[in-house]
């Protein structure tokens, strides 16, 4: 049997697999609120960029919806199915994120040299 390379997975996606895990088996029900990014990092044992990262992904998959100054909510069966899950080999949003700087700087950089008078 040949050797296979060992794609280690980042620390945002092993945390974001297991908060989707207890929100499938019920442990969070539809409409109420995670714990505080703190208390989830305490619990999980890891830093509290990692937690928001994972619930970026979360929330980009259509498990959660955050909302400002109230917390992290967990949305309905329905919404969340609306999105299939991200494989784990594919882009997270924080490579998502990186991909648009660069396609959309540029973008503006050829709009603004293809400029006309009637534009500005």
């Known amino acids: 049997m040949p050797i296979q390379s060992v794609e280690p997975q980042r620390l945002y996606r092993q945390i974001a697999e297991q ?28 830093s509290r960029p990692s937690v928001r990262e994972a619930l970026i992904a979360l929330e980009v998959e259509g498990w959660v919806e955050v909302r400002t100054g109230s917390g992290v909510y967990v949305l309905e069966r329905t919404r969340r199915t609306s999105q299939p899950a991200a494989a784990a080999n594919e882009w997270g949003p924080l490579e998502l994120i990186r991909a648009r700087r660069v396609v ?17």
């Open 104 to 120: 959309e700087g540029e973008t503006a950089a050829i709009a603004a040299q293809q400029r006309k008078r009637a534009h500005v």
């Open 19 to 46: 908060l989707r895990a207890l929100i499938a088996q019920g442990e969070f029900a539809a409409g109420t609120r995670l714990p505080a990014e703190r208390d989830l990092a305490r619990q999980l044992g890891v």
